[in-house]
């Protein structure tokens, strides 16, 4: 509940040198957050980029970047060639826990459907995906409209605005983290599935 659908996929390989190893593959917001929040706490967090399509927040506001991506280890990959998706996969099959924000049809096609990882013996123990809607939808969302999606707006003697800049993002993350740190102690392989527009409707409605 609360914009986290969670689906356990049993026990999880135990970690033998006592580190936590983040790979996120997100971009922009949400996701550069969650895997930031693991890094402060202690997590070993390396960040993946598609050298045709960096990470959209480059062009933005420098200082967010920097201040989300600037403790990650960073790997450049070319995902259009085989040989790039190929390494993408050696390293997702290596890491503790994946952050992707990429819809259903776009993990399917690099290789990187969830479920498919978590039941493997090796692999991830947690992955945590972060997109407007969940998994289960195909629509598309940022922080704004998926914090109007979830109900979460200000009012003026105009009518309803917006609460906060891309406000649905921040919140994404936190929740993302915190859900994210949570699987891990678990100790088994789970699939934390974060919607942006539910967590702003958690948000809203507490």
Do not use: I, Y
């Given at each position: 509940g609360g914009g986290v659908v969670a689906t356990s996929f049993g026990p999880a390989p135990e970690r033998t040198?006592?580190?936590?190893?983040?790979?996120?593959?997100?971009a922009?917001?949400?996701?550069?957050?969650?895997?930031?929040?693991?890094?402060?706490?202690?997590?070993?967090?390396t960040k993946v980029e598609s050298a045709a399509r960096p990470d959209g927040a480059r062009v933005g506001d420098r200082d967010l970047y920097d201040q989300l991506n600037a403790s990650k280890r960073?790997?450049?990959?070319?995902?259009?060639?085989?040989?790039?998706?190929s390494d993408l996969k050696e390293l997702v099959g290596v890491f503790d826990v994946v952050i992707t924000a990429s819809r259903r049809?776009?993990?399917?096609?690099?290789?990187?459907?969830?479920?498919?990882?978590?039941?493997?013996?090796?692999?991830?123990?947690?992955?945590v995906s972060i997109t407007g809607h969940g998994l289960a939808s195909t629509r598309v969302a940022f922080g704004d409209d998926a914090a109007v999606a979830g109900g979460l707006v200000d009012s003026d003697d105009e009518?309803?605005?917006?609460?906060?800049?891309?406000?649905?993002?921040p919140l994404s993350g936190l929740l993302a983290a915190a859900r994210a740190a949570e699987a891990v102690a678990t100790g088994h392989r789970i699939l934390r599935d974060v919607s942006m527009a539910g967590a702003a409707a958690a948000v809203g409605a507490a």
């Open positions: 040198d006592g580190r936590l190893w983040v790979l996120d593959l997100s922009l917001w949400a996701g550069p957050l969650c895997g930031h929040l693991l890094g402060a706490g202690g997590a070993e967090v960073r790997v450049l990959l070319d995902l259009q060639s085989s040989r790039g998706r049809r776009a993990l399917d096609a690099l290789g990187l459907t969830p479920e498919t990882w978590l039941e493997r013996e090796g692999g991830p123990s947690v992955w009518g309803p605005t917006f609460l906060g800049d891309a406000v649905a993002d």
